[in-house]
């Protein structure tokens, strides 16, 4: 009789991200909005100076910064940036460095 070893799941690093706008440069085209793949773009009801609406950031938890939106924006009005996962630490990491004195070499003349 074979048993089956059971492993528990990996915990999945999260990837998440920030998105920068600049919505005086922004002519509301939606290409951020139609193109962002986990959807958390969404146009907001104020106006720009140039009476367009720009977007904001709907859901910034769900945000992975693919950047997918800076690059389908033609204004350049606004781009993604990744932000890793701190890492826990672990006893290893805990353990402080050991500091090296250097000596100084010195010329006798």
Do not use: W
């Amino acid at each position: 009789m074979a048993t089956e070893q059971t492993k528990e799941p990996a915990a999945t690093k999260k990837v998440r991200g920030i998105v920068f706008i600049d919505p005086d440069r922004c002519k509301g085209c939606g290409f951020c909005v139609a193109f962002c793949p986990p959807q958390v773009l969404a146009f907001s009801e104020e106006f720009n100076p140039h009476g367009y609406h720009p977007p904001y950031l709907a859901d910034p938890e769900r945000c992975t910064g693919c950047d997918l939106c800076g690059l389908y924006c033609p204004d350049f009005a606004i781009f993604a940036i990744m932000v890793k996962p701190e890492k826990k630490p672990t006893e290893k990491a805990e353990e402080k460095p050991v500091e090296v004195e250097k000596e100084t070499a010195t010329r006798e003349g």
